[in-house]
């Protein structure tokens, strides 16, 4: 039964052993049993409860009677409505195995990840709705001719389109991080963290940050990698951005590869004021940014990708006073493998 829910087999045991005691001749316990069929969503407790119902003894017909009316209602059960999402969950619930700590580990991970994802998914799209009819609102207020008279209400105004440009921002780093990958092929990883670097370099640019540069080692060969290379640009990117926002105009950021028979390992490194334990732990977690600007989606949709879209590892090194250290783990496309 490897498409079964996790719940069927073990229903149509019970099930079958209680439909065995319908025809018992104590009223009692045929009236027993029907209310316990109440509780079953499996066709053949539905048929026991309609024999039932024509019982010769009133109790027992009504039990049956109540219970075929409340069955009805049931339409929640993970087992009748085969639910997508809880057959993923119970699959990989599967994989947990008490004597492989990390893989059930990452098991676990992947569970409370998808949960997640499916309610952040959601609560984006319904703020989302929500933030389009303020903004409308705001617009149609700002075109009334007695409100634009009134230059004391200029400074509410701002406020509320800060609040707004905040929200979106918030909106875009939730898609972002509840997004699935929009392709899965074989590609050259090189290319893809070069241009994460002038991404990373550009956006430095463009938001006046100054530091001494970005050294790179090792970034050479045809290792492949299998996945979608934009996510993987984009996770990239965004630890290299955070490298160089913890730096200053003395500090240099440090990018290098390297390879084994299946794993890449690449390394970011700052000469910042580096992190303590809980800080470490803070980055992980949406909405705690570290720095004064920025809503803390950089750490987590990066994760997201390296752990859940690539099946690889990320962790992080720090010393306060002494930098910090980000190591990405990533398998190599089996195929290239030599």
Request: hydrophobic share 40%.
């Amino acid at each position: 039964m490897q498409n079964a829910s996790p719940g069927d087999e073990y229903s149509n045991r019970i099930t079958t052993s209680i439909l065995a005691t319908a025809k018992h001749p104590k009223w009692e316990v045929r009236k027993a049993v029907a209310e316990a069929l109440e509780y079953s969503v499996l066709s053949q407790a539905t048929e026991g409860l309609k024999t039932l119902s024509e019982d010769v003894v009133p109790y027992v017909s009504q039990a049956a009677t109540k219970a075929l009316r409340e069955a009805k209602r049931i339409t929640t059960k993970v087992y009748e409505k085969k639910d997508p999402t809880a057959e993923r969950l119970f699959n990989l619930i599967k994989r947990i195995n008490p004597r492989n700590v990390r893989e059930s580990y990452a098991a676990a991970m992947q569970v409370g990840h998808i949960y997640y994802r499916e309610l952040a998914g959601s609560t984006a799209h319904e703020l989302r709705t929500s933030l389009f009819y303020i903004s409308s609102t705001l617009k149609e207020l700002l075109s009334e001719k007695c409100f634009k008279e009134d230059a004391a209400c200029d400074e509410y105004v701002t406020k509320i389109q800060s609040g707004i440009e905040d929200l979106q921002e918030m909106l875009s780093g939730m898609k972002d991080l509840t997004s699935e990958p929009q392709v899965n092929e074989v590609f050259e990883v090189v290319p893809v963290i070069e241009q994460s670097i002038e991404e990373a370099r550009g956006n430095a640019v463009n938001n006046g940050y100054e530091f001494k540069g970005i050294l790179t080692e090792g970034l050479w060969g045809d290792t492949k990698l299998l996945g979608d290379p934009v996510q993987l640009k984009i996770a990239f990117r965004d630890l290299v951005i955070n490298a160089i926002e913890a730096s200053n105009a003395e500090h240099s950021v440090s990018v290098s590869m390297h390879f084994s028979e299946a794993t890449l390992s690449v390394i970011i490194e700052d000469e910042g004021e580096g992190m303590t334990d809980q800080n470490i732990i803070g980055a992980f977690k949406p909405f705690a940014s570290l720095k004064g600007s920025g809503r803390g989606f950089g750490v987590p949709i990066a994760q997201k990708i390296i752990h859940f879209d690539f099946g690889g590892e990320i962790r992080y090194e720090s010393e306060v006073g002494k930098g910090t250290k980000v190591f990405v783990e990533l398998p190599i496309y089996k195929d290239v493998v030599k």
